[in-house]
């Protein structure tokens, strides 16, 4: 019998890291309009660039999936119907909502897929079975549901399911959480989380003062479920999302083509080779991260998925230096910089497919031709030509 392979569902927190995505293998993407989302701090699209964005992908047989996944009161409400009609007439794949008033409103506006946001914390076979009556097409599960329990729920509701396979996780439940709205009067459930499960509490144990602990308790580790994609596709989970739309294109990128290369290889060979899967785990530390862990994937996380550390302390962090506008053996390669790095400097190009291609940038020069000692950010430069780098491809060095 055919097997049932997932998707690779993508952030998307801008038009450029979109394009990005799908470049490198992502099978779908989700983004955020203006509105209704829950990522208000990131770059969201205009109704132009959804429009773009949704072309750019179907062009290359990728979906786009729009978030609409903020709790409404009725007056926010009432601007929804505008906006359904317009995602309608771009043709986007899916909505992804949690407030049963918005998944009742797309219903009787539109035949656009809904897909049931993580927020619904939905956890369950009769959940998933309710939101199937309500005219769901999708869950997206809560994340503290295991891959097995997935499995059941996706058979016995006869509904296709998604889960978290990599990104920042929230300690709350499924990310019903209010720590934000008490702490610095943003609500998390309208998109303005402030991550303050980050910061640093103390524990206050009774003892005197000197003894107070002081701790990053509420701060998880990062969800990374590589080495178990063949679990994911026996129990014929339907799209393995991850997270980040406010992350950065590297982040996009690197995710996009670790996981898709993964998925084609299982797909063909029916296998991982250890040397592979070393070789992606080894790209996935590459991008800014915490300690992974693969939290309730397979059995309930525990304390041993708490970070507790201060932010911003992985291990091996690469930066972005710049992207590739053209490259050809004519005009050279030229870089669009973002980050500035020197002459002699040892930079990698990610390629959409493969191993990264080392450049070590003994001749830069500017667009003129003028050699360059150091590179500046927002500048156009060349460097020479290299086989296997293309258009789009994003450029690295370890910081
Ligand atoms: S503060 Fe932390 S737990 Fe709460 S919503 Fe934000 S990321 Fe999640």
Redesign the pocket.
């Given at each position: 019998m055919k097997k049932h392979f997932p998707e690779i569902l993508a952030p998307a927190g801008s038009l450029e890291k979109l394009k990005v995505a799908v470049l490198y293998g992502a099978n779908a993407v989700y983004v955020g309009g203006q509105k209704f989302g829950l990522r208000t701090a990131a770059d969201n699209f205009t109704l132009d660039e959804l429009k773009e964005g949704v072309l750019f992908a179907h062009q290359r047989q990728a979906k786009v999936y729009v978030v609409l996944n903020s709790f409404l009161h009725d007056k926010d409400l009432a601007e929804i119907p505008d906006f359904i009609k317009f995602l309608s007439e771009i043709r986007v794949d899916a909505v992804i909502v949690s407030d049963l008033g918005v998944v009742k409103t797309v219903a009787s506006l539109t035949n656009i897929p809904i897909h049931i946001s993580t927020q619904a914390s939905t956890l369950n076979v009769e959940a998933a079975k309710f939101w199937k009556s309500v005219g769901a097409t999708r869950i997206v599960l809560g994340r503290e549901v295991s891959v097995k329990e997935a499995g059941l729920i996706k058979r016995e509701a006869q509904i296709e399911v998604e889960m978290f396979i990599h990104g920042?996780m929230?300690?709350?439940y499924s990310?019903n959480?209010v720590?934000?709205n008490f702490t610095q009067g943003r609500d998390?459930n309208r998109g303005g989380?402030?991550?303050?499960?980050?910061f640093e509490y103390s524990l206050d144990l009774g003892l005197d003062s000197m003894e107070k602990k002081k701790a990053y308790f509420?701060s998880s580790k990062d969800l990374e479920g590589l080495r178990i994609l063949p679990d994911f596709i026996s129990e014929e989970i339907d799209s393995l999302k991850i997270e980040g739309r406010m992350k950065s294109h590297l982040y996009a990128g690197t995710m996009s083509k670790v996981y898709s290369e993964a998925l084609s290889f299982y797909q063909e060979n029916g296998h991982f080779l250890s040397e592979d899967l070393m070789s992606w785990e080894m790209e996935l530390k590459k991008v800014s991260h915490r300690t992974y862990t693969q939290a309730s994937l397979v059995k309930p996380a525990g304390p041993d998925s708490i970070f507790n550390e201060r932010e911003n302390s992985s291990d091996s962090e690469w930066q972005m230096v710049g992207k590739v506008l053209e490259a050809s053996p004519k005009t050279g390669i030229v870089l669009e910089v973002r980050n500035a790095f020197n002459q002699g400097d040892t930079i990698e190009i990610l390629p959409f497919n493969g191993k990264a291609v080392s450049i070590v940038a003994n001749e830069i020069t500017d667009i003129m031709m003028k050699p360059l000692s150091r590179t500046k950010p927002s500048t156009l430069i060349k460097l020479p030509f290299v086989d296997g780098v293309e258009r789009w491809q994003l450029a690295r060095q370890k910081v």
């Open positions: 920042s929230c300690m709350a990310g959480c720590i934000s998390s989380c402030a991550h303050s499960c980050r509420m």
